[in-house]
């Protein structure tokens, strides 16, 4: 019997970060991806957009100083030139900050404008980038439907003895001041592809994933539900990053200001620029970099792995209580897809919860290949698991509009 193949479902993925755009055009049948490529520096001296389109790699740089809008109006012109608007279904808006109205992806209409605006005021240099990437979609692209995915909404789950902090309830109530967490869409993802992977359901799955990235957090996962995690209000809080401090004692800023005259915008550059890996360091804040120097005997290069394993394996350990049994560890992100290092550093200090590595596993699964990196016949398993948050943003899209 002949098979026709299904009509094209085409979703431009957006994901605008604070000073970067990475952009993707997906197939919603089948996840293929027909364009994909990243907008960096913006407003800054040197902008420039990379994609990558039919096996080529290109770059187009961008005049200085330019932003947000700029780019996207030079990617719309690409995807315009290169007739890549013929089949789009949707665009697919990945947004840091739902608050707790947005549990789930949604239609974007003008409640929905309002109710990110209002969020944005907890994440404003991302919240501000999402709503221009809305606004000039919009624009650009008349009458398509435009979705909203949330970083957040995975998170919607947690109880509020996990996300209260313990402060004056009133900041809470009137202020919405509690763990809101981020890395959603990728905490979702690799949980159910683990539990293919581990071949049970992933309502029957206890997970504990590690994304690793620039920015890194980890989620307890209860029967396939987010039950905690380490990021809070916003994506300073929990385990080191690479230049973010990650938790720190809150008195750090009476400190900063008294003794050392510091200002709230100097703080905040402070623990969200200049520390983490780089802080500690004083190398960089690329992960390869660290792991080079530590290697050839930079003193405060080992100094900056062995902080940020030590505190990831104790944030991983203290999930072991809302927990109590674990299916998994799931490592993902740019550093636990790929550094093998510190994937093992880490299993070696939780040795103690039954986790033992595999060596070979653990070298085998790197630059994009998934694999369970726990020796046979132990538990709980240690898995790395290539995340692909995109992928779920073009599926949510489509669904979405299947509604329409
Ligand atoms: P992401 O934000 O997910 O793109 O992850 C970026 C981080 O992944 C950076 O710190 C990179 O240094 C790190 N990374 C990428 N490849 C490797 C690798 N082969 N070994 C160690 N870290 C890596």
Not at 137 to 163: C, K, N, R, W
């Amino acid at each position: 019997m002949p098979t026709t193949s299904p009509e094209p479902q085409h979703v431009l993925v957006l994901n605008c970060g604070s000073s970067s755009l990475k952009f993707a055009i997906i197939d919603a049948n089948d996840g293929h991806e027909i364009i994909s490529g990243l907008a960096e520096r913006l407003g800054d001296k040197a902008p420039s957009i990379k994609y990558k389109f039919n096996g080529a790699k290109t770059v187009i740089d961008l005049a200085a100083n330019q932003a947000h809008a700029e780019a996207i109006n030079t990617l719309v012109n690409l995807i315009k030139d290169h007739n890549l608007d013929e089949h789009l279904i949707a665009v697919g808006h990945r947004v840091v900050h739902g608050g707790e109205h947005f549990t789930k992806s949604v239609l974007i209409d003008e409640d929905v404008i309002n109710g990110i605006t209002k969020a944005s005021s907890l994440a404003p240099l991302h919240g501000h980038a999402n709503l221009l990437g809305i606004s000039s979609a919009q624009a650009s692209f008349i009458g398509l439907p435009q979705v909203a995915v949330f970083d957040t909404a995975f998170h919607q789950t947690m109880d509020e003895v996990a996300y209260l902090y313990a402060l004056p309830y009133k900041l809470y109530t009137d202020y919405g001041v509690r763990r809101y967490g981020m890395h959603g869409t990728s905490h979702y993802y690799v949980a159910g592809q683990t539990a293919k992977l581990l071949n049970q359901p992933v309502e029957k799955s206890n997970f504990i994933s590690a994304h690793l990235g620039n920015g890194c957090s980890v989620t307890a996962i209860k029967n396939g539900k987010s039950v905690d995690t380490s990021m809070g209000l916003t994506p300073l809080a929990g385990i080191v990053m690479g230049t973010r401090s990650g938790d720190i004692d809150p008195g750090l800023f009476n400190f900063l200001t008294t003794q050392l005259s510091y200002n709230a915008q100097q703080i905040d550059n402070l623990l969200n620029q200049e520390s983490g890996l780089l802080g500690i360091s004083e190398l960089s804040n690329d992960c390869r970099t660290i792991e080079e120097a530590a290697v050839a005997g930079h003193k405060q290069a080992r100094l900056a792995l062995d902080i940020f394993c030590y505190r990831l394996a104790k944030q991983i350990a203290a999930y072991m209580v809302p927990l109590q049994c674990l299916d998994a560890l799931i490592f993902t992100g740019g550093i636990g897809e790929n550094s093998d290092i510190i994937r093992e550093n880490v299993i070696n200090q939780l040795a103690f919860l039954g986790f033992s590595c595999n060596q070979k596993s653990n070298l085998d699964a790197r630059f994009g290949n998934q694999g369970i990196i726990s020796s046979a016949n132990t538990s709980p398993k240690a898995v790395v698991m290539p995340t692909n948050e995109e992928w779920v943003i073009a599926l949510d899209a489509a669904n979405i509009v299947k509604e329409l």
